[in-house]
């Protein structure tokens, strides 16, 4: 609610300014997180599923448009898009956000955004996880997952261990590049 609500008044004070560009890309895809999925069990959910985006970069010029593309005028249909996008995100445990950042990174580059005139915002609900890196270890790595009675569950996969080190590394690539990033 609070991010819509921020969404619209930012929307609405620029429409007939013409000054902001928005596009979205969101975390889990509402393709395999849906209701269902959401009720199971940590335990039994495929940590897969769990961290993928809705648009995803695998590191070649193979990737997914953003969930909402770049907009030609902003305008309240803009708006509206971003929150019907905002509204099918499930709950559904993963934060990519490394991948997510790795993708904007390409994507914006491959777009030919102007790096001093384009800003990334990461909005997050959890910590950095789904990482495929072969140094995690699930026996010794941070967990991410916790039971409803907050109780930490053993990782199964390199995918369900604290990984803020890829994040520090995509937001570094995007400074680097010139793109201000807000977190």
Known sequence: ????????TVVQSNIEA????????????????????????????????????ASEYDGSDNYAAPTVDFQAGVTMDTYTLISDALASVGQ???TPISQSLAWAYHYLNDKGMV??????LLATDGAPNC????????????????????????????????????????????????????V
């Not at 609610?1 to 619209?8: N, Y």
């Open 18 to 53: 013409g000054v902001i560009n928005f596009a979205l890309n969101v975390f889990p895809s509402a393709a395999n997180c849906d209701s269902a999925y959401e009720a199971l069990p940590a335990n039994q959910k495929d940590p897969a599923i769990l961290c993928e985006a």
């Open 115 to 120: 790096p001093e005139d384009t800003f990334v």
């Open 131 to 182: 990482s495929d890196s072969s140094e995690l270890n699930v026996q010794t790595c941070a967990t991410t997952y916790f039971t409803e009675n907050g109780d930490p569950i053993t990782p199964v996969s390199p995918l369900q261990c604290l990984d803020d080190q890829a994040s520090y590394d995509a937001v570094t690539d995007l400074a680097l590049e010139g793109y201000e990033t807000f």
């Open 1 to 8: 609610e609070v991010v819509q609500a921020a969404i619209e």
């Open 92 to 94: 559904c445990g993963g």
